[in-house]
């Protein structure tokens, strides 16, 4: 029985796997199919085995019987072996993954049975490029965003062992978000939709032509322009970044927007428009340790030693508790002394 449960469990594993890694196509449609019927034979056959040892231990069974019992089971074990496969081509996998414009033709729904059952989504695809086909496992978190009709975004990997395998499957929010922005221009909601749909997936050059052109219509949104050019500079996309948030310097200042904009600077090594800006942001908030942080890598790239030593010293005087500058400090002393 134990056996049983074991096998039960394999399957289950494999099918956890399948869900991770999915592979294009009908393969697995029919590989599951014949899984069923196995585990079916494998424990009908062996429960009866397990009680006629039990009740009746003398009695002779056909081999033919524990033949069939055994090969009930390769299905199985084909599947688990399927799997690994797939395990390892996408553990190793470091491939970026394409994004592939596909529309949703159809959803099918089946059942596994293996001990207990297991509900399963499929999907059918055809490419909005060539027209091709394909058949798609769904997760159980896609479901109920997946409908007849809908545009969607396929990521597809290469694969370490070279088996094409899929990631993700969501809404083409970008093709929505343009068809509305074509009828309603002025739809602020839908821009700010479209620019993070883009920061999400690191499209950079758009992402700034959207936000770029929202500004143009809503040229006070300063929240926003702060946010996108924060995701921007985390990306160290620092010239992006300026080009977000410089223009609001003037007709908006704000201590972020200095401290922002000032470090992108700083990493361009342009250093004299970075510390201008620094102390700009200092004139609205002397007390912040930020900007002091700042400085004191500033001067620490510039070579200056000394004022980056004074900066961190401000730091430590705002935020004792600072392993970081802490650390930067004794590093910068031990220099000076030598």
Known sequence: MVRHWGLAVLVLLSLVIQFVYRIPGSFLFILLSWVGLGFFVTITIGLFLDLTRILVPDLRLPGRLHRVWRWAQVPVLVCAGYSLVLLVNGLADRSTPAEEPWEVIRLEETDLDVAWRVPLSWVRLRSRSDQRAMWLLVRPNEVSRIWVGQHVLVHRHRGALGIPWISRIERDEEQYARQIIQAIPTAAEVWKTLVWFYLDHQRWQPAKEAVMQYLTIYPQ?????????????????????????????????????????????SHLRQFDRAIALHEEALRLDPDNYWTYYQLGYTYQWMGDRDRAIAMFEEVLKRRPDFPEIQAQLADLRQQASH
């Not at 949104?221 to 970044?241: I, K, N, P």
């Not at 080009?243 to 200095?258: A, N, Q, V, W």
Request: avoid cysteine; charged fraction near 20%; hydrophobic fraction near 35%.
């Open 221 to 265: 949104d300063y929240d926003f322009a702060e946010s996108v050019g924060a995701t921007f500079g985390q990306a160290r996309r620092h010239t992006d970044q300026i080009d977000i948030l410089e223009p609001f310097l003037t007709r908006h200042p704000t201590y972020y927007g200095y401290t922002m904009v000032g470090f992108a600077y």
